[in-house]
């Protein structure tokens, strides 16, 4: 009788612990979809994507004012690194490697990236009350934080 308590609770423990980890795995997937960004004048969207080492990565896959005055495609001529400078505008990633921290609710673990000003921050990422993405990057002590809108779920 012993062992068959000992393997009910067992049982129950792994799928306890197992629903917890569904759980977290959910919070953390809360972030992938599409978002309406506008930042500096621009107004862009970004994919949000979960990598397959469970990290998660942002893209620019669209932006209003993709081409320049001349009628070219406005390229990423800001970013530090030289050979991403001909990258187009609708195909910058803005960070790669963000994770999850179950416990704050809260993404972070890498830096965002900026091509209007052509740089990189600390991030960190969490959702308001109002269900928007506030995405928070700090430079040197400076934080300047923005609104991602969602607007479409990733499936």
């Known amino acids: 009788m012993m062992k068959l308590v000992s393997l009910f609770a ?22 992938t979809g599409i978002y309406k960004v506008v930042h ?21 896959i669209w ?5 320049d005055k001349r009628g070219n495609v406005r390229l990423d001529d800001k970013n530090p690194d030289k050979s991403l400078r001909y ?5 910058i990633v803005l960070f790669k490697g963000l994770t999850y921290d179950g ?3 809260k993404w972070s673990g890498t830096k965002i990236y900026d091509p209007t000003r052509g740089i990189r921050a600390n ?3 969490q959702f308001n009350e109002d269900g928007n993405l506030a995405v928070k990057g700090t ?6 934080s923005m609104i991602w809108e969602k607007i479409e779920n990733q499936d």
């Open 87 to 91: 990258k187009e505008c609708d195909q």
């Open 123 to 125: 991030v960190s990422c």
């Open 103 to 105: 416990q704050k609710k």
């Open 10 to 31: 067992a049982v129950l423990l792994a799928s306890f612990s197992a629903m917890a980890q569904n759980e977290l795995n959910d919070d953390a997937e809360s972030i």
């Open 63 to 67: 932006v209003e004012n993709r081409l």
């Open 40 to 60: 500096k004048g621009e107004n862009t969207k970004v994919a949000v994507t979960r990598d397959t080492d469970g990290t998660f990565t942002a893209q620019v």
């Open 139 to 144: 430079l040197l002590a400076i934080s300047q």
